[in-house]
């Protein structure tokens, strides 16, 4: 099993439909991250959580709302979203946020079309 | 604060050259030095780091870099260019010590082997 897993792969939904990506890691790390990449665009990090506490919010709009129940899973709940925020959602950990030599274990991502 | 620059969004190489990808960094201390790898439609993978120690470090697939203090320089390079090292090539950077430890990644490389 991968160190980070990221449910579903593809999606597809409507304007007006709401649902959620599952990011789910089996690494023992400390922090979560949410990344969105765009076609022709460099990553942009959304959203931070350190030991389940959010860290950084970075502008994202509020049809995106992020949840880290737990050190192991990451949700980005989706609702009223637009065709621009068609993307590959990438999910990320670390072992922590502050500091460390350790780079980033990323999932395979989400693909997001929205019609 | 850290920031990277990845010289060069489109690199084109043929089969069996020479690949040289170009990563500079800005960091007031010694930073820590990653490079990423990332096929299509997946996530990122870890091709190597630098933290402390021998300044060339070797990483998957035959690649290596080698960190330059005096260039403040990173770059990854790989003797003999396979069809397969097609991807996106992305240099990030962290702080050693920090209040915000996070990785900062560069726009990002899209290397081309042709046959």
Redesign the interface.
């Known amino acids: 099993e991968t160190g980070?897993t990221?449910t579903p792969r593809h999606l597809v939904m409507g304007m007006t439909n709401k649902k959620s990506l599952k990011c789910e890691q089996h690494l023992g790390h400390n922090a979560m991250y949410w990344y969105k990449q765009s076609a022709k665009k460099?990553?942009e990090?959304m959203f931070?959580y350190s030991l389940e506490e959010r860290v950084?919010n970075n502008s994202v709009p509020s049809r995106f709302s992020p949840e880290c129940p737990n050190s192991s899973h990451l949700f980005l709940h989706l609702h009223t979203l637009q065709p621009e925020d068609s993307a590959?959602y990438?999910c990320?950990s670390?072992q922590?946020?502050?500091?460390?030599?350790d780079?980033?274990?990323?999932?395979?991502?989400t693909?997001l079309t929205v019609v | 604060a850290q920031s990277v620059t990845q010289l060069g969004s489109h690199v084109s190489v043929s089969e069996g050259a020479l690949v040289l990808l170009r990563c500079n960094y800005s960091s007031s201390v010694p930073p820590y030095l990653f490079w990423y790898v990332q096929y299509p439609n997946q996530g990122l993978q870890l091709l190597l780091k630098y933290t402390t120690g021998a300044t060339l470090v070797k990483g998957i697939n035959g690649f290596e870099a080698e960190f330059k203090k005096s260039e403040t320089s990173f770059h990854l390079t790989k003797p003999s260019a396979h069809m397969s090292d097609a991807a996106e090539y992305f240099c990030a950077v962290r702080a050693p010590t920090s209040n915000t430890g996070k990785l900062i990644f560069g726009q990002g490389t899209t290397l081309q082997v042709k046959p």
Do not use: K, N
Not at chain 1, 96 to 101: C, E, F, P, V
Not at chain 1, 103 to 109: D, P, R, V
């Open positions: 980070v990221q460099p990553l990090l931070v950084e590959l990438l990320a670390s922590d946020y502050w500091q460390g030599a780079g980033y274990t990323f999932g395979s991502g693909r």
